[in-house]
């Protein structure tokens, strides 16, 4: 039986997260592990906080905290967001925990004994002032691939590359600001990603079909020159320990241990729930497992190169079946900055609006194939003309005529003409549609096959005007009303996957017979189950009202002066 393992790149711990990571990453991976499951197959949905590496320890420094009560407050942050916007995960774990260190250090053990960790010499910064090594992100400069002033020291925000940090020009150190720096040698650990490039392209020949066009091509340029060996180790003193009695005082580098937390956190979830499952034979060894890691375009060099040569030498997993990597979702055109005073508090937004506005907007400007912007007069739009006026107004007033002139339920012949009907075959055509766009990880296109169904309910209503019917035609009217009252049963269904909360409360105003089994069948295209809901008649038995707020102009307004304050 195929079963699917989603993940979610595990947040980096270091501070809130903005729009871009829910778009990016998080809601995308949401909705597909809820269109699998409501597919009836197995998965899981993995996750959990990042919680080592430099950046970490830099801010908790700043901040005046031990690292792991540093670590503690953003995963709880994290994890609380995650709810408000539905997002579920099966666990959402820690890399600082004990657990995850057991599952990583057999990791670097199977892969140093296949001779593909070794140690080497190599360059580092060092600050001849506050006397620190400077790897990673303890220097900042400008990019030596693009001339980016505000390059990190491992990674490049604007162009993507991985840094090499001596190569930076101008470096700073990020711990005293002074530019006194020199180069020193280091001994570290390195994965020996070039012993593995025969295999790593093999595997890479067979994700061709698979994985995006601004995935695929973009890895195949990153190995044009081949594997290039990448340090795993770093004198530090927060992380996990290399395990090898020679390694003392080093740790093993976030890059490494984190996305092991993939693997980590499954063993947990499976202990903690007092599953009979293995993790590893049942979920990350067994071939019958798609795994899917949903990430940004950051985190394609780790997801796609790295982590599948780690899992293919290790032994210990499956390397990824796909990896729907998203572009940048920018703020009004320009990137997400926190310290530029550029962004937009994604827990304020969420009280304000809820879920289901944000949750829309942000997949319907999805950055799939390329990078995209939120702006608060598209929020605005999208949401009035078309979740509002098209979805909440249609429930609200076909479901409030039908509560009012049939409080005791319509008949089951009002229901007759839905069945063998062109709009029952509309709605079952749409429906394989919508999965195969789901299955392919379409979410943006999805929503709209599923916003264009919506729209033609509404014109077929609009058109019937089953209040002008009723004066001269109840019965006729009664069919209207049946008809697109089922319809709109449909829609509340495949709504779950994207907007949940809109889903239950539609689902809600039609009773306890839209069973979870009921919902799956109607979810996966057996219509036939409405007939057997209607045969006695139908009732509703929740009081229809308005489900989609509209935004008003004045709120936009205040929200667009606030950021441009924000942003001087």
Not at 451 to 457: D, K, P, S
Not at 471 to 476: L, R
Not at 533 to 539: I, R
Request: glycine share 8%; proline share 4%; hydrophobic share 35%.
């Amino acid at each position: 039986m195929k079963r699917y393992l989603i993940t979610s790149a595990l947040p980096y711990a270091n501070g809130p997260l903005h729009f871009g990571h829910l778009a990016g990453v998080y809601l995308p991976a949401d909705v597909f592990y809820r269109h699998t499951k409501l597919m009836g197959r197995k998965a899981i949905h993995i996750s959990g906080s990042d919680e080592h590496g430099v950046a970490i320890m830099l801010n908790a420094q700043k901040a005046n905290k031990e690292y792991k009560a540093y670590v503690d407050e953003w995963h709880e942050n994290h994890k609380q967001l995650f709810d408000k916007y539905k997002v579920f995960f099966d666990y959402f774990g820690q890399t600082s925990a004990d657990y995850h260190a057991e599952e990583v250090i057999p990791w670097f053990k199977a892969i140093h004994e296949k001779g593909l960790i070794g140690t080497k010499d190599s360059q580092q910064l060092y600050c001849k002032d506050c006397k620190n090594h400077l790897p990673d992100r303890f220097v900042k400069g400008q990019c030596y691939s693009c001339d980016y002033e505000d390059a990190r020291g491992d990674e490049c925000p604007n162009c993507g590359i991985i840094v090499d940090p001596v190569k930076l020009k101008s470096p700073v150190c990020q711990i005293c600001s002074s530019q006194n720096i020199e180069e020193v040698t280091v001994t570290q650990y390195y994965l020996l990603l070039s012993k593995f490039e025969k295999e790593f392209k093999e595997y890479l020949s067979g994700r061709k079909p698979i994985w995006r066009k601004t995935v695929f091509p973009f890895v195949e340029s990153l190995i044009k020159d081949g594997l290039h060996d990448r340090a795993i180790s770093r004198d530090l003193d927060w992380g996990i320990d290399v395990p090898l009695a020679e390694a003392k005082g080093k740790r093993l580098y976030v890059w490494f241990d984190a996305p092991i937390g993939y693997v980590s956190n499954t063993k947990k979830m499976i202990e903690e729930k007092g599953l009979s499952e293995d993790y590893m034979k049942d979920w990350w060894t067994n071939p019958d497992s798609e795994i899917v890691h949903f990430i940004g375009k950051d985190n394609i060099i780790f997801h796609s190169i790295i982590f599948p040569c780690m899992s293919m030498a290790s032994g210990r997993a499956l390397p990824a079946t796909d990896v729907p990597a998203n572009q940048y979702l920018n703020l009004e055109g320009k990137q997400f900055s926190k310290s530029a005073g550029w962004y937009v508090d994604s827990n304020e937004a969420v009280e304000q609006f809820g879920a289901d506005a944000l949750r829309y907007y942000l997949f319907s400007i999805l950055p799939e194939g390329s990078d995209s912007s939120f702006t608060w007069e598209g929020f605005q739009a999208r949401v009035n003309g078309e979740l509002a006026n098209n979805i909440g107004n249609l429930v609200n007033r076909c479901l409030k005529f039908w509560a009012k002139n049939w409080s005791d339920g319509l008949p089951a012949e009002a229901f007759a003409g839905l069945f063998g009907s062109e709009a029952e075959t509309k709605f079952s055509t749409t429906i394989k549609e919508l999965h195969e766009q789901l299955d392919g990880k379409h979410i943006k296109k999805a929503l709209e096959t599923l916003m264009a169904l919506g729209q033609e309910v509404n014109t077929y209503f609009s058109d019937k005007a089953p209040w002008a019917e009723f004066k001269t035609d109840p019965e006729a009217a009664s069919k209207t009303i049946a008809e697109t009252g089922l319809q709109i049963l449909v829609l509340g269904v495949l709504f779950e996957p994207f907007l949940p909360d809109l889903s239950e409360n539609i689902l809600s105003l039609f009773g306890d017979k839209i069973t979870s089994k009921v919902k799956e069948q109607i979810y996966q295209g057996d219509l036939s189950i409405l007939s057997e809901l209607v045969k006695d008649g139908y009732q509703l038995t929740g009081k229809p009202k308005a489900l989609v707020p509209k935004i008003d102009d004045d709120v936009i307004a205040k929200l667009k002066e606030e950021l441009g304050q924000k942003g001087n």
